[in-house]
C-alpha cells in the first residue's frame, strides 16, 4: 500500500473511533446528539496542548485527555440529558458551536492560527509514522469495539435500551434515567476524545474548523449509515464515507451534500441502517455483525 | 397501612382527571378499583407510581410521604407497576425484558430461582425467552409485564386494566396467578380494572371510580350484591 491509500486509512480508522463513541450516545442511549466534533476537538485541543505546553509525551497526556473529555460531557450532559429528544439536539449543536468558538477565539487555544508543533507518537524507540500508526489507529478501534459490545452485554446496556425503547416503563422498574443515559454520554464523548487525540498527534497541527458542525454532521452520517445501534456499524458507515471521495474523485467537493444525501436517503430507504434490523444487507449474509437491534 | 392514599388530585392542564381520592390498602391485601373508562382509574395508579405528578393530596408507602420521591425510586423502594397495555421493551427479547425487572430490586441474589419461578407461573414465557417481545400476542405480554414486575421483589403491585383486549380464558388465568400470588405469597396488589366481575371476584375489598372520585366503596362480595353497581358494572 503507497503511503497516501495508507493516510487515508488512518483518517478512517480514527472517524470510526468517533463514530463508535457517537453510537454508544445515539444508538444504545437513543440520545441524539450533534454536537459529536466539540468532543473530538476537545480531546484533540487537550492532547495538544498537554504535550506542547505541559511536556507531555503522547502515551502520558492520554489517560488524561479521555478523563478531561469524559469529564466535560458529564458537565455538559448533566443539564442537556434532562431535555426531550428535539430540544437535546438543538442543545447539542449549540455546544458544538460555542466549543468551536472557544478554540477560535480564546489565545490559550492558538486562536485562528491554531496549534502546531504536536510532537509524533513514539512507541518501541522510534517515531510512529505511515503504516505504524495506522496499527495503532486500528488497536485503538478494536479496543473502542471491543468495549462497546461489553457495554451492549452489561446491565448498563441493557438499561440503556430499556430506556430508549419506553422510557417510563424502564424507569417504573428502577432505571434511573438521567444516570444510565450520563453514562453512555461519558462513555461517547471519552471515546470521541480518544479519536481526538490520535487526529492531533497524526495532524501535528489543529485548528478550530476542524471540530466544527460539519463533523458531526459526518459523524452522524456514519453512524446511520452503517447502522444505528449496531456493533459494526459505525465502522462500516465511517469506511464507506471515507473512501467514496476517494474512489470518486469528483465528490471531494460535494462531501457535505453527499453526507447531507446520504443521511436523507438512509432514513426514507434504510432507516436501521446498513447493518440494522430488516436491512438488505443484513437479508444477504444472515444476521452477523449485528450486535444488538 | 402499606399504601395510603389521602384526597389526591391529578390534573393534566384543564383536565381535573382524579378530584379528591382517599384510598388504603393493608400489606397482603387485594384491593381492586372498578369504574368506567374515562374515571381515572389509571391516572389513579401512575401518580401512585410518579408517572403523573399529584396536583394536591398525598401518598404516603409504608408511612412514608411519597409525593416528590422519583418514578425509578419508588420503584427501588418496593412499588412495581404493571402497565396499562403492557408496555414491554419491543425490541429486546423476553428474556431481556425480564432482566429489567432486576433493576430497582431490593434482594440482588437468586436470579435464577426467580426466572424460574415466573417461568412456572407462565411457560409460554420460557418457551418464547430468546424472541423480540414485540413477537408476543397482546396475552403474552401482559404476562410478560406481570412477570417484569414480579422479578423485582414487589411489595406492592399495581395493576393496570391487565384484562384489556384479552380473551376471556386468558383473562381468567391471569386472574388466577393474581389471585394465587395474593392468598400464597401474601403480595398485596391494587388491581385496576373495567372487568368488575373478574375484579371483584378475586378482591377482598373494592372501590368505585366515577368521574374521578371515589363513589362507592366496601368489601367485594357486599359490592357484588350492590344495586347500583349490579346495574352500572355488572350490566345485571
Sequence with gaps: ?293 | MLLEVRDLHVYYGDIHALDGVSLALDEGELVSVIGANGAGKSSLLNCIMGIVPAGGGKILYGGREINNVKVHERAAAGIRIVPERARVFPRLTVYENLLTGRFGARDKGGLEEKLEWVYSLFPVLEERKTQPASTLSGGEQQMLAISRALLGDPGLLLVDEVSMGLMPLLVDKVFEVLSMLNRERGLSILLVEQNALASLGISSRSYVLETGAIALEGPSDRLLEDERVREAYLGL
Excluded at chain 1, 108 to 116: D, P, R, S, T
Design chain 1, 1 to 293: 500500500m503507497n503511503e497516501y491509500s495508507i493516510t487515508i486509512l488512518t483518517f478512517i480508522s480514527i472517524q470510526a473511533i468517533v463514530a463508535c463513541g457517537l453510537n454508544v450516545i445515539v444508538g444504545y442511549a437513543g440520545q441524539v446528539s450533534l454536537g459529536h466534533a466539540a468532543f473530538f476537538g476537545i480531546g484533540a485541543y487537550s492532547s495538544a496542548l498537554l504535550t506542547t505546553k505541559a511536556g507531555l509525551t503522547f502515551w502520558g497526556a492520554l489517560p488524561l485527555v479521555i478523563l478531561i473529555t469524559g469529564a466535560i460531557g458529564l458537565v455538559l450532559g448533566m443539564p442537556s440529558l434532562r431535555l426531550r429528544e428535539d430540544f437535546l439536539a438543538v442543545t447539542t449543536i449549540g455546544i458544538n458551536f460555542i466549543v468551536e468558538s472557544i478554540f477560535l477565539y480564546i489565545p490559550f487555544f492558538g486562536g485562528a492560527l491554531g496549534l502546531g508543533g504536536i510532537p509524533s507518537i513514539a512507541a518501541f524507540g522510534t517515531r510512529l509514522r505511515g503504516a505504524n500508526y495506522f496499527y495503532l489507529c486500528l488497536a485503538f478501534l478494536a479496543a473502542v469495539v471491543f468495549i462497546s459490545r461489553r457495554f451492549t452485554k452489561s446491565w448498563a446496556g441493557l438499561a440503556c435500551f430499556a430506556l430508549r425503547e419506553e422510557e417510563t416503563a424502564a424507569s417504573s422498574m428502577g432505571v434511573s434515567p438521567i444516570r444510565f443515559k450520563l453514562m453512555a454520554f461519558v462513555i461517547g464523548t471519552a471515546m470521541a476524545g480518544l479519536g481526538g487525540a490520535l487526529y492531533a498527534h497524526l495532524m501535528r497541527f489543529i485548528s478550530a474548523t476542524d471540530f466544527g458542525f460539519t463533523m458531526s454532521v459526518s459523524m452522524m452520517a456514519s453512524v446511520v449509515l452503517g447502522g444505528v445501534g449496531t456493533l459494526w456499524g459505525p465502522v462500516l458507515g465511517a469506511l464507506i464515507l471515507g473512501l467514496l471521495p476517494e474512489i470518486f474523485r469528483p465528490l471531494v467537493d460535494y462531501r457535505m451534500l453527499l453526507n447531507a444525501a446520504i443521511l436523507l436517503m438512509m432514513i426514507r430507504f434504510q432507516p436501521a441502517g446498513l447493518l440494522g434490523e430488516g436491512s438488505f444487507l443484513r437479508g444477504l449474509f444472515g444476521r452477523r455483525g449485528g450486535g444488538r437491534p
